[in-house]
């Protein structure tokens, strides 16, 4: 696992460059800037050879090709991408590859993203010399209930098998028939059900695996791309969030080696479906019948209104769900102490299941990020999910509402409350006040995953929703109006604010978070799930048998 | 940028004074410079343009050339584009040739590359350029007579400009916004009986160019405004940067066609016209006469071109046929990778020139290898011309100005970008 790095003098079309003595020559080329095309090889996933794309001479045995992705470097080694023989395999490949290619661009979702259109116009450019009919194959085969097969799209590159077999180690995938009739199939009775099938949509190089969740939502050159976290749990996988308008059209893994490498979950993927979905629009007063939408100024009045008297009684408690950003957590701190709130909840979705890869039980993304910040204010926050637990409030303000639909009885007899929501939950239709919010991919802002990480998400919609503001501004808002310091105006001002009550954050600016994000020190645990990414920081994996 | 002239200096400055000079003393009465602004929207300026004139009496002291209200952002523009989708953008540099800037661009990118169209292009694009060069020259000569008052000048050259139009709309499918080049060819061929129509349109052009000649050329009232005004030596010329047939009316033989031929203008014959005393007079001569020299060029380009493909075959530049987008997978990765991300242009730079109408059309091309253009320079020939204005007008009455300024054929759109 730890064999020192080597470092090799190769040579790449003549430019010198040195390799780690573990590249094949493809990641070799790669250093030199030079690109060897290939579909089937992957750097996380075992060496298939099954595309020859690759292929490339070498000075040692020259006239000979050799598979780019199977052949390791060696010391002096010089590597030619070049060559007339080159050149003519690889047009010939592509040739190959394109035999049996239905004539698919126009109604195919890999379209603008797709290794075959990128590598015919650079390696092959010319017409087709087929004569016959192309052969016929399945369509679309539902895999599983995230993937969708078009066998004739397929170049057998095998990476889904591959990746089913090696990396979420669950073999549901394989290939069947031989020659050109060739197949990816899951076993009978047996779907791709995997919680991690929709990394294999990722990896097809070419439109053969499609999501059920993005096929024919959008071509892939109207939507635009911006990092972000993903929410579903609290390993906060880095991710691509795509959105055009208001609208989010599909997360993708970003590569983070110390997090998700570069894979997530089926059930990440799906979780903007709740920034696009019955959401609270417009900032409202009133229950049932009596409910109206009133704009954010009167909204915040009406707040003030209800919670001006009870300031200071026993009784004023604050829900604080750990799906709020840090950013959010430390405004509902804030709006805690101006309001004198004598009671503090911890919320959040509740628990689901984990397993020893990414996914965690825990299915809010900054738990961790919400503790450090209550323990910096000095407040102790009890288990939102007790039963009980809104026993003998009176008033409560709700910085989210998620886990809020266990006490709706309580929530009914609540003199005043006022929730900031995100969607349309029950706990929020038993509000008086509802104020609108961004989600955590609309709007950005930082959350910390379970081992202490602090990971920063960029804002992907720039025009708002409805009245929707980032959490922390309508904490900041409300606790100005009843009679607090002058509310934030930025993200970065909300950050600053937390970093200067958080000893973890101390010395930290927002606009300096990196994309890969940052290990607090301080909330580094001891033990990790047995194949989960870790820090350089943490404690070694344990071998794996 | 233009010096100020010492009286300009003194016109900001001296009040209505006494003129101190003894030598002066024999002057009328002293009186104060006026200021006139001409345009940008004059009748009697083709070119949105303002100029700004400090006036003794009649006499222009000082003009500074106000530009800039057809500016579009050319440059700016082309970097968001494209390549091919710069080619309308050139449309509008010179709106009455475009095909000439249609052919510089395209060449100057075909440079970049390292390609040439095919034989029978080249001849379709000398064909478009020269009958556009024809518009070009016919409209600036009717209209230097047409702000002098000569309306019915104008109708002779504007008859003949629009059959040269026609012809140009047949084959390409507009009258000024061709785009009609493409990387390694044209978009379209000569449509059937348009060589018929070129051949029986020429004569007629010639007939109505020589109706031009006879109606201004020995006119007294024409001659006695343009000869000896505006004048400019061949080295001054030179100097502002003069090009095209106001730089040939000054006396130096510089056509690029000529110094430096390019598509198959070596193959041509052709001559072409100096002037001698670089005033209005010659630079409307110079023109006239290049009407001619171009219909014998179009004339020999129709005798001499090929049957053949009016694009190359290669897919990396040229979009596939139609019948191989619809049935192959090749043909609609080709088509779908040239239309969404443009054509892959090595990266470098390159700067590629043509004779415009007005003077050496210089475009300068900078690429990462991108489908887009990392950045584009036009060299416009108009502009060191209009430049030169001030320079141009100085002492002339203000009468003078008018042809004068129809002289140097100022075009807003490639002035002003």
Same mark, same amino acid.
């Given at each position: 696992?730890?064999?020192?790095?080597?470092?090799?003098?190769?040579?790449?079309?003549?430019?010198?460059?040195? =390799?780690?003595?573990?590249?094949?020559?493809?990641?070799?080329?790669?250093?030199?800037?030079?690109?060897?095309?290939?579909?089937?090889?992957?750097?996380? #996933?075992?060496?298939?050879?099954?595309?020859?794309?690759?292929?490339?001479?070498?000075?040692?045995?020259?006239?000979?090709?050799?598979?780019?992705?199977?052949?390791?470097?060696?010391?002096?080694?010089?590597?030619?991408?070049?060559?007339?023989?080159?050149?003519?395999?690889?047009?010939?490949?592509?040739?190959?590859?394109?035999?049996?290619?239905?004539?698919?661009?126009?109604?195919?979702?890999?379209?603008?993203?797709?290794?075959?259109?990128?590598?015919?116009?650079?390696?092959?450019?010319?017409?087709?010399?087929?004569?016959?009919?192309?052969?016929?194959?399945?369509?679309?085969?539902?895999?599983?209930?995230?993937?969708?097969?078009?066998?004739?799209?397929?170049?057998?590159?095998?990476?889904?098998?591959?990746?089913?077999?090696?990396?979420?180690?669950?073999?549901?995938?394989?290939?069947?028939?031989?020659?050109?009739?060739?197949?990816? =199939?899951?076993?009978?009775?047996?779907?791709?059900?995997?919680?991690?099938?929709?990394?294999?949509?990722?990896?097809?190089?070419?439109?053969?695996?499609?999501?059920?969740?993005?096929?024919?939502?959008?071509?892939?050159?109207?939507?635009?791309?911006?990092?972000?976290?993903?929410?579903?749990?609290?390993?906060?996988?880095?991710?691509?969030?795509?959105?055009?308008?208001?609208?989010?059209?599909?997360?993708?893994?970003?590569?983070?080696?110390?997090?998700?490498?570069?894979?997530?979950?089926?059930?990440?993927?799906?979780?903007?479906?709740?920034?696009?979905?019955?959401?609270?629009?417009?900032?409202?007063?009133?229950?049932?019948?009596?409910?109206?939408?009133?704009?954010?100024?009167?909204?915040?009045?009406?707040?003030?209104?209800?919670?001006?008297?009870?300031?200071?009684?026993?009784?004023?408690?604050?829900?604080?769900?750990?799906?709020?950003?840090?950013?959010?957590?430390?405004?509902?701190?804030?709006?805690?102490?101006?309001?004198?709130?004598?009671?503090?909840?911890?919320?959040?979705?509740?628990?689901?299941?984990?397993?020893?890869? !990414?996914?965690?039980?825990?299915?809010?993304?900054?738990?961790?990020?919400?503790?450090? !910040?209550?323990?910096?204010?000095?407040?102790? !926050?009890?288990?939102?999910?007790?039963?009980?637990?809104?026993?003998?409030?009176?008033?409560?303000?709700?910085?989210?509402?998620?886990?809020?639909?266990?006490?709706?009885?309580?929530?009914?007899?609540?003199?005043?409350?006022?929730?900031?929501?995100?969607?349309?939950?029950?706990?929020?239709?038993?509000?008086?006040?509802? !104020?609108?919010?961004?989600?955590?991919?609309?709007?950005?802002?930082?959350?910390?995953?379970?081992?202490?990480?602090?990971?920063?998400?960029?804002?992907?919609?720039?025009?708002?929703?409805?009245?929707?503001?980032?959490?922390?501004?309508?904490?900041?808002?409300?606790?100005?109006? #009843?009679?607090?310091?002058?509310?934030?105006?930025?993200?970065?001002?909300?950050?600053?604010?937390?970093?200067?009550?958080?000893?973890?954050?101390?010395?930290?600016?927002?606009?300096?978070? /990196?994309?890969?994000?940052?290990?607090?020190?301080?909330?580094?645990?001891?033990?990790?799930?047995?194949?989960?990414?870790?820090?350089? /920081?943490?404690?070694?994996?344990?071998?794996?048998? | 940028?233009?010096?100020?002239?010492?009286?300009?200096?003194?016109?900001?400055?001296?009040?209505?004074?006494?003129?101190?000079?003894?030598?002066?003393?024999?002057?009328?009465?002293?009186?104060?410079?006026?200021?006139?602004?001409?345009?940008?929207?004059? %009748?009697?300026?083709?070119?949105?343009?303002?100029?700004?004139?400090?006036?003794?009496?009649?006499?222009?002291?000082?003009?500074?050339?106000?530009?800039?209200?057809?500016?579009?952002?050319?440059?700016?523009?082309?970097?968001?584009?494209?390549?091919?989708?710069?080619?309308?953008?050139?449309?509008?540099?010179?709106?009455?040739?475009?095909?000439?800037?249609?052919?510089?661009?395209?060449?100057?990118?075909?440079?970049?590359?390292? $390609?040439?169209?095919?034989?029978?292009?080249?001849?379709?694009?000398?064909?478009?350029?020269?009958?556009?060069?024809?518009?070009?020259?016919?409209?600036?000569?009717?209209?230097?007579?047409?702000?002098?008052?000569?309306?019915?000048?104008?109708?002779?050259?504007?008859?003949?400009?629009?059959?040269?139009?026609?012809?140009?709309?047949?084959?390409?499918?507009?009258?000024?916004?061709?785009?009609?080049?493409?990387?390694?060819?044209?978009?379209?061929?000569?449509?059937?009986?348009?060589?018929?129509?070129?051949?029986?349109?020429?004569?007629?052009?010639?007939?109505?160019?020589?109706?031009?000649?006879?109606?201004?050329?020995?006119?007294?009232?024409?001659?006695?405004?343009?000869?000896?005004?505006?004048?400019?030596?061949?080295?001054?010329?030179?100097?502002?940067?003069?090009?095209? %047939?106001?730089?040939?009316?000054?006396?130096?033989?510089?056509?690029?066609?000529?110094?430096?031929?390019?598509?198959?203008?070596?193959?041509?014959?052709?001559?072409?016209?100096?002037?001698?005393?670089?005033?209005?007079?010659?630079?409307?001569?110079?023109?006239?006469?290049?009407?001619?020299?171009?219909?014998?060029?179009?004339?020999?380009?129709?005798?001499?071109?090929?049957?053949?493909?009016?694009?190359?075959?290669?897919?990396?530049?040229?979009?596939?046929?139609?019948?191989?987008?619809?049935?192959? $997978?090749?043909?609609?990765?080709?088509?779908?990778?040239? $239309?969404?991300?443009?054509?892959?242009?090595?990266?470098?730079?390159?700067?590629?020139?043509?004779?415009?109408?007005?003077?050496?059309?210089?475009?300068?091309?900078?690429?990462?290898?991108?489908?887009?253009?990392?950045?584009?320079?036009?060299?416009?020939?108009?502009?060191?011309?209009?430049?030169?204005?001030?320079?141009?007008?100085?002492?002339?009455?203000?009468?003078?100005?008018?042809?004068?300024?129809?002289?140097?054929?100022?075009?807003?759109?490639?002035?002003?970008?």
């Amino acid at each position: 696992m730890t064999t020192p790095v080597k470092m090799v003098k190769v040579e790449v079309d003549g430019v010198a460059v040195e =390799a780690d003595s573990r590249d094949n020559l493809v990641e070799a080329a790669r250093r030199a800037g030079k690109a060897i095309p290939y579909f089937c090889y992957h750097p996380r #996933l075992s060496i298939a050879g099954q595309c020859r794309m690759c292929l490339v001479e070498t000075a040692d045995q020259p006239g000979r090709l050799q598979a780019g992705c199977q052949v390791k470097v060696k010391e002096g080694l010089k590597i030619l991408t070049n060559t007339p023989a080159v050149k003519e395999n690889q047009r010939g490949v592509m040739e190959f590859h394109l035999i049996n290619h239905p004539v698919d661009c126009a109604i195919c979702d890999q379209s603008g993203e797709c290794k075959l259109q990128d590598y015919y116009m650079e390696y092959d450019h010319q017409p087709s010399r087929q004569r016959t009919y192309k052969l016929q194959k399945p369509k679309r085969e539902e895999l599983g209930p995230m993937v969708v097969y078009d066998a004739e799209r397929c170049i057998m590159c095998t990476r889904c098998v591959r990746f089913m077999d090696e990396v979420a180690q669950e073999p549901q995938l394989a290939v069947v028939n031989r020659g050109d009739h060739s197949l990816i =199939a899951t076993f009978p009775g047996q779907p791709l059900d995997s919680n991690y099938s929709g990394n294999t949509v990722d990896i097809c190089p070419v439109g053969a695996l499609l999501n059920t969740d993005f096929r024919f939502k959008s071509r892939v050159w109207f939507v635009e791309k911006s990092p972000t976290v993903c929410n579903g749990c609290s390993n906060g996988c880095n991710t691509y969030v795509e959105s055009r308008g208001t609208q989010l059209y599909r997360l993708l893994p970003r590569r983070n080696e110390e997090v998700n490498q570069v894979w997530m979950c089926d059930e990440g993927r799906l979780t903007y479906h709740e920034t696009n979905e019955k959401r609270v629009e417009w900032a409202r007063k009133g229950r049932g019948e009596a409910r109206e939408d009133i704009g954010p100024a009167l909204a915040l009045d009406e707040a003030r209104r209800l919670l001006a008297p009870l300031k200071g009684k026993p009784g004023l408690a604050l829900w604080i769900s750990a799906q709020c950003t840090v950013e959010e957590a430390q405004g509902a701190f804030d709006l805690g102490a101006q309001l004198g709130a004598s009671k503090y909840l911890l919320g959040g979705k509740p628990a689901g299941k984990g397993d020893e890869f !990414l996914v965690r039980a825990d299915k809010n993304p900054n738990r961790r990020g919400v503790e450090m !910040l209550a323990q910096a204010w000095g407040v102790k !926050l009890e288990a939102g999910e007790t039963e009980g637990a809104l026993n003998g409030v009176s008033a409560l303000v709700a910085a989210r509402t998620d886990g809020l639909g266990l006490h709706l009885g309580a929530l009914e007899r609540i003199e005043a409350f006022i929730a900031i929501a995100q969607n349309e939950d029950p706990a929020a239709q038993l509000a008086q006040v509802v !104020l609108p919010v961004n989600s955590l991919y609309e709007a950005g802002g930082t959350v910390v995953n379970y081992y202490g990480r602090l990971q920063r998400s960029w804002a992907a919609i720039v025009k708002p929703r409805g009245d929707a503001q980032p959490g922390w501004a309508w904490a900041g808002q409300l606790a100005e109006s #009843l009679g607090g310091a002058r509310a934030v105006a930025t993200v970065q001002a909300a950050f600053a604010s937390a970093a200067a009550k958080a000893a973890p954050l101390t010395g930290l600016e927002f606009d300096a978070i /990196s994309e890969e994000g940052r290990v607090l020190p301080a909330l580094l645990p001891t033990e990790f799930p047995k194949r989960a990414p870790r820090p350089e /920081s943490a404690p070694a994996a344990q071998p794996q048998a | 940028m233009t010096q100020k002239t010492q009286a300009a200096q003194a016109a900001d400055t001296a009040p209505v004074a006494l003129n101190p000079d003894p030598l002066e003393l024999d002057d009328e009465l002293p009186s104060a410079f006026s200021k006139v602004k001409l345009g940008p929207s004059h %009748p009697a300026t083709h070119g949105t343009v303002r100029l700004n004139m400090t006036l003794d009496g009649e006499k222009i002291v000082e003009c500074i050339p106000e530009i800039g209200f057809l500016h579009r952002g050319f440059s700016k523009s082309s970097e968001n584009a494209t390549w091919h989708q710069v080619l309308p953008y050139t449309d509008r540099l010179n709106y009455v040739s475009p095909i000439l800037n249609n052919v510089g661009y395209i060449l100057a990118v075909e440079k970049l590359i390292g $390609i040439t169209d095919t034989e029978r292009s080249k001849y379709l694009r000398v064909i478009g350029g020269e009958i556009s060069r024809m518009c070009d020259h016919l409209t600036c000569v009717s209209a230097i007579g047409l702000e002098m008052g000569a309306m019915s000048a104008f109708l002779y050259g504007v008859e003949a400009r629009e059959m040269l139009w026609d012809r140009v709309a047949e084959m390409t499918g507009a009258r000024m916004t061709t785009s009609w080049t493409r990387i390694g060819g044209v978009a379209t061929d000569t449509p059937p009986g348009w060589i018929e129509r070129v051949k029986e349109t020429l004569p007629r052009v010639l007939e109505l160019t020589d109706e031009l000649d006879k109606l201004f050329s020995k006119n007294r009232i024409f001659v006695d405004r343009t000869r000896g005004i505006g004048v400019i030596g061949a080295d001054e010329a030179v100097s502002w940067g003069f090009t095209g %047939p106001a730089l040939r009316a000054s006396g130096v033989d510089y056509d690029v066609r000529k110094a430096h031929p390019y598509l198959v203008y070596d193959r041509m014959e052709f001559e072409v016209p100096v002037g001698q005393r670089g005033d209005t007079f010659d630079r409307y001569l110079c023109r006239l006469e290049e009407i001619r020299q171009s219909a014998r060029i179009v004339t020999q380009a129709i005798e001499q071109m090929p049957p053949g493909p009016i694009i190359i075959d290669d897919w990396r530049y040229a979009l596939p046929p139609k019948k191989d987008v619809f049935t192959s $997978i090749e043909g609609v990765m080709a088509h779908f990778k040239l $239309i969404m991300e443009g054509i892959h242009v090595p990266a470098g730079e390159v700067y590629g020139f043509t004779e415009g109408s007005n003077g050496e059309l210089g475009f300068h091309i900078v690429s990462n290898g991108a489908g887009k253009p990392y950045m584009i320079q036009v060299r416009a020939p108009g502009f060191p011309i209009v430049g030169a204005l001030p320079r141009l007008l100085q002492g002339h009455s203000l009468g003078d100005l008018i042809p004068i300024f129809d002289s140097i054929n100022m075009i807003g759109g490639e002035v002003e970008q």
